[in-house]
Nanobody
Framework: QVQLVESGGGLVQAGGSLRLSCAAS????????MGWFRQAPGKEREFVAT????????YYRDSVKGRFTISRDNAKNTVYLQMNSLKPEDTAVYYC???????????????????WGQGTQVTVSS
């Protein structure tokens, strides 16, 4: 079992930046691939980005490529999402999630992530 706690959300103007953090409760954090998802009002929760256990590989949804960067610090049990050039359509609750499967490659499917944080609100004004 691992507990995840997100922070760093807030209100920002279009074109601005935010950095989300997700702290994990377990020292075995390095054994989990990590992902960020988001859910806008009235919409399905969608994949945003994922990072491998070592941090050496990342993958993004097309709409955030070049603007968002996922990273992790396994010594601090923390994964980050740096969000630049934010747009109103990025407005959502952002969730981090942990995949304990040790799969080869990535998954963008939310039902393949085992643990979830409570979410942090990101609002981008136009």
């Amino acid at each position: 079992q691992v507990q995840l706690v997100e922070s760093g959300g807030g209100l920002v103007q279009a074109g601005g930046s935010l950095r989300l953090s997700c702290a994990a409760s377990r020292r075995t954090f390095g054994s989990y691939a990590m992902g960020w998802f988001r859910q806008a009002p009235g919409k399905e929760r969608e994949f945003v980005a994922t990072i491998s256990r070592s941090g050496g590989s990342t993958y993004y949804r097309d709409s955030v490529k070049g603007r968002f960067t996922i990273s992790r610090d396994n010594a601090k049990n923390t994964v980050y999402l740096q969000m630049n050039s934010l747009k109103p359509e990025d407005t959502a609750v952002y969730y981090c999630a942990a995949d304990s499967s040790r799969r080869v490659g990535f998954t963008t499917l939310r039902n393949e992530y085992d643990y979830w944080g409570q979410g942090t609100q990101v609002t981008v004004s136009s």
